[in-house]
């Protein structure tokens, strides 16, 4: 329970430090000391005791202001709950922009065709202008 929480703490400080970084502008001096912190906090060999120190200097009561945000999202929440309706959108307009296309696979191809007709291999599927043919390889991620 602590362990997640002082990490939820840890990850909310960092996150607030990188969107300084980006939002702000800074001093070479702050990057630079913002860089460092958060290099120590995303340190799992920095003491627990560096971290929260750390935190505390940075943000000052930073437990109150994750509350604060915490509280400040959930009102923005509910908000958004309150003002959301939902409405009957009417058939014809929901048919208007829909378009259902369905193709044949290979095999439904070869039923459809006419005795005198020549016939595709089964591992060749032509639509038209694209030719498909399949690949005797398995498919398999390349991962390292």
Not at 33 to 58: C, G, H, Y
Not at 82 to 109: D, H, L, P, T
Request: net charge positive; glycine share 4%; charged share 35%.
């Amino acid at each position: 329970q602590s362990d997640d929480q002082l990490w939820k703490e840890v990850d909310w400080c960092v996150e607030q430090l990188e969107l300084g970084l980006k939002t702000q502008k800074s001093t070479p001096k702050q990057v630079e000391e913002a860089l460092r912190a958060i290099k120590t906090l995303r340190n799992d060999k920095a003491p627990l005791v560096k971290k929260r120190q750390l935190m505390r200097a940075m943000f000052g009561d930073y437990r109150k202001k994750i509350e604060e945000e915490r509280c400040k999202e959930l009102k923005l929440m509910e908000t958004a709950v309150k003002s959301a309706r939902v409405m009957e959108v009417k058939g014809n307009i929901r048919n208007k922009n829909c378009q259902f296309i369905r193709k044949c696979s290979g095999a439904c191809r070869k039923s459809q065709v006419p005795a005198g007709s020549p016939s595709e291999s089964p591992r060749t599927l032509n639509t038209g202008s694209f030719k498909f043919t399949t690949s005797q390889e398995e498919f398999r991620f390349n991962f390292l």
